[in-house]
């Protein structure tokens, strides 16, 4: 088979014509790959090898990880047939989010400081110190924010309100249970709290006056709303202008018995339907990143958004 040829053979395939679209614009590795497209490891790793065999793209070691990119010494005929698949990917369906993806995985890469805070973090408990604890780290951390009115959505008995209560303005724990709302109600009561407060409702038709809370805080709590799209679009409502939605919850996983365990409707989320959510429902400068990994399996994920009305 002549070269030419084989530079057309190895570019009929859709998702190696997504590939090559990805590559011209950004060198990748195989996880960040996955990342923007949602296409499964080994699928990703044979439709480069291909590639690869035809030396339109070439790789780097980068520590443990290959890093893919467009081969800078290809020859004019295969740079042509490069030119011609990017056209035609731009006209695929997937052009679009894959595009929008491959930006905020670069923005992610590039953001050093993020970086370095969660390899911090990953440290902070493998060595044992006296009175060195997340407990301890945590109320430092508590009393440096600023007090603003809180909104704590699908809070159950609100636990997290309780320790948010210590320095915000206002902290409304909402969940849609009228047992869990008394028994917060009383708990608070007991506490001689007087800085937050329990209400009755759904997290998709959340009970507050609109542009009325600084913060809105979903913890663990998105993956059991039957339409988490709504309830984002509730907590964007609800909002005062530059306010900010923090969301804690799972990478998708394949738990199934969390359903019956834990009463979830959600085997979590993959990163790229969540940022099309939250940018749908109308919020700016979305980050989003793997906060911890459980050591033992099935190795939930936590996910930490942040983003801005």
């Not at 670069?106 to 060195?132: C, T």
């Not at 969940?175 to 209400?199: E, H, M, P």
Request: hydrophobic letters at 40%.
């Amino acid at each position: 088979m002549g070269q030419i040829l084989k530079y057309l053979k190895a570019l009929s395939d859709n998702t190696r014509i997504r590939l090559i679209a990805l590559l011209s614009l950004e060198e990748l590795s195989v996880n960040e790959i996955q990342q923007i497209t949602s296409l499964g490891q080994s699928r990703i790793s044979t439709h480069l090898s291909i590639l690869q065999e035809t030396k339109m793209i070439c790789f780097r070691k980068e520590g443990k990880k290959s890093v893919y990119k467009i081969n800078p010494n290809i020859p004019e005929e295969a740079q042509q047939a490069i030119n011609l698949a990017n056209k035609g990917a731009q006209e695929s369906e997937h052009y679009s989010d894959d595009f929008k993806n491959l930006k905020r995985i670069v923005e992610k890469r590039n953001n050093q400081a993020q970086v370095y805070f969660n390899q911090v973090a990953g440290r902070f408990d493998q060595k044992y110190g006296p009175g060195r604890s997340w407990q301890a780290f945590g109320q430092v951390l508590l009393r440096l924010i600023p007090p603003l009115d809180i909104a704590d959505l699908g809070s159950g008995e609100g636990l997290i309100g309780e320790l948010l209560a210590n320095n915000a303005r206002k902290v409304i724990c909402v969940d849609n249970s009228k047992k869990i709302v008394r028994f917060g109600q009383k708990k608070v009561k007991k506490a001689g709290l007087k800085n937050i407060q329990f209400s009755l409702g759904d997290i998709e038709n959340i009970p507050l006056k609109s542009k009325s809370v600084d913060v809105a805080l979903f913890s663990h709590a998105l993956h059991h709303a039957k339409q988490p799209e709504m309830a984002l679009s509730e907590a964007h409502r609800i909002l005062r202008p530059e306010g900010q939605l923090i969301i804690l919850d799972l990478l998708e996983h394949q738990f199934e018995n969390a359903k019956e365990i834990y009463g979830d409707y959600w085997l979590g989320f993959p990163i790229n339907t969540l940022y099309e959510w939250v940018e749908t429902a109308g919020f700016k400068d979305i980050e989003i990143t793997e906060a911890a990994r459980e050591e033992e399996p099935p190795h939930f994920t936590t996910l930490l958004v942040i983003a801005r009305k």
